[in-house]
């Protein structure tokens, strides 16, 4: 069956470490997210892609980079992680249109001390 | 800028009532609309997908609604039991992207 997968699961970092959260979908869809969630602030949209070389920046998107090299991958970069980047993040992903919905990610909780 | 907004933030009721969720969005130019059901320390789970065309979509105990021109959803539980206890998610998809609601979160006691 086709999945979407994060890794890891669960991270400890220190501030100022680079990390990478990374998620692969063998849906093969266009589409795929990332998302972080916060108490108070809900889900919001990091950065995303609509196809291999494309990227785009959501509404929280300094201190992240992702990168597309293939159509399965979209991992998450924190350059400098911050400890306001503490959170859960989720990773989703679509085939795109006005007909589809979205597919999520079982999450990745990241701790950054 | 859309926004979704859902209320109530927070509902708590005995096992067997029928409830209502309702999600509220500014922008009427969407593609579609996505409930979600979030488990505690969990991900995402997607329960029902409502076409922008569409009034209505079942499955099971829920219905969702969408009234595009007023810019409204709600999602109706019928008959609730514990297991339904969660944090519902509304999600509005314009451009191809998912902006959404923060959240219901409903507990059901037995």
């Known amino acids: 069956d086709a999945e979407i997968t994060q890794s890891p699961r669960h991270k400890i970092t220190e501030t100022g470490r680079q990390v990478t959260l990374a998620c692969h979908q063998t849906?093969?869809?266009?589409?795929m997210f990332w998302y972080r969630q916060d108490l108070g602030h809900g889900l919001r949209l990091i950065h995303y892609?609509?196809?291999?070389?494309?990227?785009n920046k959501g509404e929280v998107s300094d201190g992240y980079s992702v990168s597309r090299s293939n159509t399965e991958d979209l991992p998450l970069t924190l350059e400098s992680a911050a400890s306001s980047q503490t959170s859960v993040y989720f990773c989703?992903?679509?085939?795109?249109?006005?007909?589809?919905?979205?597919?999520f990610g079982s999450g990745t909780r990241l701790t950054v001390v | 800028k859309q926004e979704v907004t859902q209320i109530p933030a927070a509902l708590s009721v005995p096992e067997g009532e029928n409830l209502v969720l309702n999600c509220s969005f500014t922008?009427?130019?969407?593609?579609?609309l996505q409930w979600f059901r979030q488990d505690p320390g969990k991900g995402l789970t997607s329960l029902l997908l409502?076409?922008?065309?569409?009034r209505e979509q079942t499955s099971g105990r829920l219905n969702a609604s969408l009234d595009k021109s007023s810019g409204r959803s709600t999602l109706y539980i019928a008959a609730s039991q514990p297991g339904d206890s969660a944090t519902y998610l509304c999600?509005?998809?314009?451009?191809?992207?998912?902006?959404f609601g923060t959240g219901t979160r409903l507990q059901v006691f037995p």
């Open positions: 989703a992903s679509s085939p795109g249109g006005r007909t589809n919905g979205y597919t």
């Open positions: 849906w093969n869809h266009n589409n």
């Open positions: 892609s609509y196809g291999v070389q494309d990227t």
């Open positions: 922008d009427s130019a969407i593609y579609n």
């Open positions: 409502i076409q922008s065309s569409q």
């Open positions: 999600a509005v998809s314009d451009t191809d992207k998912l902006i």
